[in-house]
């Protein structure tokens, strides 16, 4: 069995706890290790770009000093968490004067700079377990069902930081529900953005967004639609109007594992 540092975030210890149970679970069941450290904090959210604020970026470094230390790879499923603390080691590892700043405000007993291997759990389903071997371990075939991905802004981009996949042609979240055996649904809004951020400031852009975003994956003949982000799916789901329902990519993972049931008894 492989073990992760695992980074949940806080989002899945309140509005998002079906996204946090169904991932442990099913990497459980999938022969993965997700060891959750004692005192991670807040990750902040959003990643902030200006060159002389440190502030805001030093609990992802802690969590990612944290992994280095025992050494393990670090994986987190929030699209969020995953865009800040990607970006933050990505920056930490090409910036040496970001890097002085973190490490004479932190004062680690060995300086980090970006040692750690981070992980979106997607990237560790594609690129630990495999797609051929999760299919092989699915009980529950998703046979029929037609699933539309919805990737949103934080989980491709900036592409040179987060380095997942294609931001404008991806392909991981439809060969995850190809190996889960349903049938991914190709649509025009799978990448773009949903309008979660503004939901506060300006509800009727969000709203907008969303539904272009629900109506487009519609059109295509889609069922249902998954992600990875829990703002996206507050959003797309409060904010939209359509009918069409909106899931955690964890939740379908769990089903198809035979595993869903169980955790709700």
Known sequence: METFTYY??????TKAKDLDTYARISAEA??????????????????TTAKDEIATKLSAVRALNAAKELGRPLITVCSACHNVIKQTNYDISHDEN???????????????TGETTVYHYLEMLRDVVGFDNLKEKVTNPLTGRKIAAYYGCLLLRPAKALAMDDPENPAIMEDFIKAIGATPVIYAQRNECCGGYITLEDKAQAQKRSAAVMNSAADMGAEMI????????????????????????????????????????
């Open 30 to 47: 999938l022969g993965i290790v997700l060891a959750e450290p004692d005192d991670w904090q807040c990750c902040g959210g959003a990643y």
């Open 98 to 112: 970001m890097a002085a700043k973190v490490n004479n405000y932190l004062q680690l007993p060995e300086a980090y």
């Open 8 to 13: 949940p975030g806080c989002t899945l210890r």
């Open 226 to 265: 998954v992600t990875a982000c829990p703002l996206c799916l507050y959003n797309l789901r409060k904010n939209s109007g359509s009918e069409l329902p909106v899931y955690y990519f964890t939740e379908l993972l769990a089903e198809a594992l035979g595993l869903k049931e169980a955790s709700n008894e």
